[in-house]
Nanobody
Framework: QVQLVETGGGLVQAGDSLRLSCAAS????????MAWFRQPPGKEREFVAA??????????YVPRSVEGRYTISREFGTNTVYLQMNSLKPEDTAVYYC????????????????WGQGTQVTVSS
């Protein structure tokens, strides 16, 4: 059974950095995509980063809305994915979710099969 466990959320001040972790287990993820989405209060879930890897390479995707501030990476040899968030802003406040699957579009939340429980990130001004 596939499980995704997110850690690393918390309360920070504007301008701070935070790193989220997502540990995946119960499956083989090489060739799959793992991604981060966030859901601000009262808003829809939105894509913030994705990574797809094989044994020899990986490809990352980050939307323009967070490009330059957010970086997704994977711990080599594991199924742990990180989201490094820098220069955080109050509007980054959201529940952040890790997702995994084989979506045809990496930014489409409904196309992911597996989801973590989410971790809260709150950025104060």
């Amino acid at each position: 059974q596939v499980q995704l466990v997110e850690t690393g959320g918390g309360l920070v001040q504007a301008g701070d950095s935070l790193r989220l972790s997502c540990a995946a287990s119960g499956g083989t993820f090489s060739g799959s995509t793992m991604a981060w989405f966030r859901q601000p209060p009262g808003k829809e879930r939105e894509f913030v980063a994705a990574i797809r890897w094989s044994q020899s390479s990986s490809v990352t995707y980050v939307p323009r809305s967070v490009e330059g501030r957010y970086t997704i990476s994977r711990e080599f040899g594991t199924n742990t994915v990180y989201l490094q968030m820098n220069s955080l802003k109050p509007e980054d406040t959201a529940v952040y979710y890790c997702a995994a699957g084989e979506p045809q579009r990496h930014d489409a939340a409904p196309l992911y099969h597996y989801w973590g429980q989410g971790t809260q990130v709150t950025v104060s001004s």
